[in-house]
Nanobody, 126 residues
């Protein structure tokens, strides 16, 4: 299984920030694009962001563009999602998964990724 573990969620006030981590312990992430998705209660899975295997390309859903930043640290075999200016509408369980597009490409659509693992809860509330 190419399963990743998302962590770093929590409860924050509107306008606050969180940094989520996506890690794999038994395989290298170097050859994979990584996608982040989220699922709110009563809603389907929504693509949030992605980063190409090379790190050369990153894309975001319109709903988070300008507020979220994706990055990767090969030394730690970890991908991050920095979330700033959080809104109540961002409340969801956040997941990450691997994809295999061409080296310098990625897509936000969660259908292009496999093995969504255990997510982390993000709650934005006053």
């Amino acid at each position: 299984q190419l399963q990743l573990v998302a962590s770093g969620g929590g409860l924050v006030q509107p306008g606050g920030s969180l940094r989520l981590s996506c890690a794999a312990s038994e395989f290298s992430l170097d050859f994979y694009a990584i996608g982040w998705s989220r699922q709110a209660p009563g809603k389907g899975r929504e693509g949030v962001s992605c980063i190409s295997s090379s790190g050369a390309a990153a894309n975001y859903a319109d709903s988070v563009k300008g507020r979220f930043t994706i990055s990767r640290d090969n030394a730690k075999n970890t991908v991050y999602l920095q979330m700033d200016g959080l809104e109540p509408e961002d409340t969801a369980v956040y997941y990450c998964a691997v994809g295999s597009p061409p080296k310098n490409m990625c897509v936000v659509d969660p259908a292009f990724y496999d093995h969504w693992g255990q997510g982390t809860q993000v709650t934005v509330s006053s």
